[in-house]
């Protein structure tokens, strides 16, 4: 047999593989997992489109006549400057005092005439607040906050995506392709192929690996995609062109990198140990503490090599505890080239010693 | 070791402290050979360490020369028909013997039109095209059967393959495995259902706690135990006489009378010379209407072999 024709192989066990595990009904939660950020995106990139309409029905001032105005001025002379505001309310309240005279505490009320008016420049709003005809207080916030929802997004991929999901749907998927078929006693239509054990790992590895690359790149490019949607314009467009596009390339790089690291280890922990759940928990635990490590050590959680392909360092607050600092970020990240190289090593290693583990397996279902 | 056949050499296999078969030497030429025993004798354990689902902790087996931890040529000149029930959900008949043969390297068409054969073969045309999980029991023997011929194989291993079929096709199936046996292949089947395979078997071979206890033609293996008695069953008027006149005068271990039918079963260890005897009474007006050997099918065998515990 030659090479060419292995490979023919497992590409044929791949795509026989991938309806599968596409259509088990044990991979259902797995779709969940890797929608969910896409969802939380879309909903509140809805709610800002809406905000956005809601601001843009008032009409629209030029930038700089936000920062023209100033507290202390008058109503006439905002109005003036800025035109009607897109919102508008008046209403009287009455504000009571306290002073004393002659030892005797002395309360008063009097009316106070209220204004509240909000500009909307196309990007930020303005809340002025006037009292009895004079500016009081201008509370200016963004309605889109480009740089802010990047940073979130940066967050979320390296919290969610790669610690949680990518992990625990690599389990699912990876850890069902052999054990999954032996407890639906089917494992041995496969083993009864012409076909090598290391071709059949192969090609299960593949549809593996497709299927969740499928569902968790897909999941990050749509959540992605969601985040840009409400800046959809020169802001989103300029960044298209300048980062952007690489950004969205690397989050897909590590999102497919994390599948064939986790996966290639799931696969292997499958063939060579009963209980999934443990090397689960031994995993979890070593990728989670691998901040701890020394460098030479950490290069071998496939975290490290996730979070140096990441291209916006996850945000983290001032007061986060150093000792969670450490377990958040990566000490001293490869270039992506080499975080590609590592991990590919890395994963076909795994699946080299997974090999060995498929050439031991056996049928035994009553005991499985 | 032979290419032409199928050999088990010394060959052991424990699940944990549980035997499954232990020190099995075996030979098995081409033709049709029926692996016989109760439920846990160890036939599935032959089977499945011959096409490599388990291997063996001890000895060494070749299946045409070639070991079954080399399935990417055993598989290949070999088909087997598991008696595991489960099958993928999503395949139907169809998409599941041409997904096996896509992996012999066959184009689509090819694997197709094979496939189409092999299903004509096993009689279930009709239900290629519905899900395997919707199938009846005996249909989904028949599906494995098409998968395991569909490539033509050199080696037919089929395990309980007449579970669960009706008459008609139960008939059609051991007329496919004798027309298979007799092209030259190696067609090896196995049954707990002992009066089954016994008229179709060119050998047979006898397992009981993971051991082989006898093996070869069925009349063969009876002469291995030749010190064990034959046994015939007598039909006459006069079954009482016939006994008394029988110790008296031939090699008889025992006589049974079989209580109203008029017939007595004869135990002896002397064949030859209790037949001499036998047709030297007949013509004596006892009125002896047949004489059946008893113990020439595997059923008889069986119980001799394994004291009765079939």
């Known amino acids: 047999m030659t090479a060419r024709f292995r490979m023919r192989q497992a590409l044929v066990i791949a795509r026989l593989e991938l309806k599968r595990v596409f259509l088990a009904r044990r991979s259902l939660w797995i779709y969940g997992l890797a929608m969910l950020p896409a969802v939380l995106f879309f909903v509140h990139a809805l709610q800002l489109r809406y905000e956005l309409g809601r601001a843009r029905q008032g009409g629209v001032v030029a930038p700089g006549v936000l920062e023209s105005i100033e507290t202390g001025m008058s109503e006439q002379q905002v109005l003036a400057l800025a035109g009607a505001p897109g919102q508008d309310r008046e209403r009287t309240i009455h504000r009571s005092s306290r002073r004393e005279e002659g030892g005797k505490e002395i309360f008063e009320s009097r009316e106070v005439r209220t204004r509240r008016m909000v500009y909307f420049d196309g990007s930020r709003r303005a809340f002025l607040w006037f009292e009895d005809g004079r500016l009081r207080s201008k509370d200016v916030r963004p309605v889109l906050n480009f740089a802010e929802d990047r940073e979130v997004y940066a967050g979320v991929f390296q919290y969610f995506y790669l610690r949680l999901a990518i992990f625990f749907g690599c389990l699912g998927i990876f850890l069902n392709l052999f054990r999954g078929e032996m407890m639906d006693k089917t494992l041995h239509f496969w083993l009864l192929a012409p076909a090598r054990r290391e071709v059949l790992l192969a090609g299960k590895f593949l549809a593996g690996w497709a299927a969740a690359s499928v569902v968790f790149t897909g999941g990050a490019m749509l959540a992605f995609a969601a985040m840009l949607w409400p800046h959809a314009g020169a802001g989103a467009e300029a960044y298209w062109q300048g980062a952007g596009a690489m950004h969205a390339a690397r989050y897909a790089l590590a999102a497919l990198m994390g599948c064939a690291g986790y996966g290639s280890l799931f696969l292997a922990a499958s063939l060579w140990i009963r209980n999934p759940i443990v090397p689960a928990a031994v995993l979890l635990l070593w990728e989670a503490s691998s901040g701890f490590l020394p460098e030479l050590l950490q290069k071998l959680s496939v975290l490290y090599y996730l979070q140096s392909l990441c291209p916006v360092p996850a945000p983290m607050e001032a007061d986060v505890p150093t000792l969670l600092k450490l377990l958040l970020a990566p000490a001293a990240p490869l270039p992506p080239w080499l975080a590609v190289a590592g991990l590919s090593a890395f994963s076909a290693l795994v699946l080299w010693a997974a090999a060995a583990g498929a050439r031991r397996i056996e049928i035994n279902y009553s005991t499985d | ?310």
């Open chain 2, 1 to 310: 070791m032979s290419a032409q056949e199928i050999v088990f050499d010394n060959v052991s296999k424990f699940y944990g402290d549980v035997l499954g078969v232990n020190r099995i030497e075996l030979r098995i030429p081409p033709g049709l050979t029926s692996i016989v025993g109760p439920n846990g004798a160890g036939k599935s354990t032959l089977m499945n360490l011959m096409c490599g689902l388990i291997h063996p902790d001890r000895g060494e087996i070749r299946v045409l020369g070639i070991p079954p931890r080399d399935p990417e040529r055993l598989m290949r000149i070999t088909g087997y028909a598991t008696q595991f029930d489960a099958a993928p959900r999503w395949a139907t008949g169809f998409d599941f013997v041409v997904s096996s043969l896509l992996l012999f390297g066959y184009s689509s068409s090819m694997a197709e039109r094979l496939a189409w054969a092999a299903l004509e073969q096993a009689g279930l045309t009709d239900a290629a095209r519905r899900k395997v999980n919707s199938y009846s029991k005996g249909m989904r023997q028949r599906v494995r059967l098409a998968q395991a011929l569909a490539h033509d194989p050199q080696v037919l291993v089929l395990d309980e393959p007449l579970n669960g079929l009706d008459p008609v096709v139960r008939a059609e199936t051991i007329a496919l495995f004798r027309q298979l046996a007799a092209s030259g292949r190696h067609v090896v089947i196995s049954s707990h259902v002992l009066q089954e395979v016994d008229v179709i078997s060119d050998r047979v071979v006898l397992m009981a706690n993971g051991m082989i206890v006898a093996e070869g033609d069925i009349r063969g293996v009876r002469e291995e135990i030749h010190e064990h008695p034959s046994q015939f069953l007598i039909r006459c008027r006069q079954p009482a006489r016939l006994a008394s006149l029988l110790f008296e005068r031939a090699p008889v271990v025992e006589a049974r009378l079989m209580e109203g039918d008029g017939a007595l079963l004869v135990l002896t260890r002397d064949r030859g010379e209790f037949t001499r005897i036998l047709t030297r009474l007949a013509s004596e007006g006892l009125g002896i209407d047949s004489i059946v050997p008893a113990d020439e099918n595997v059923h008889a065998l069986y119980e001799y072999l394994v004291g009765g515990s079939a």
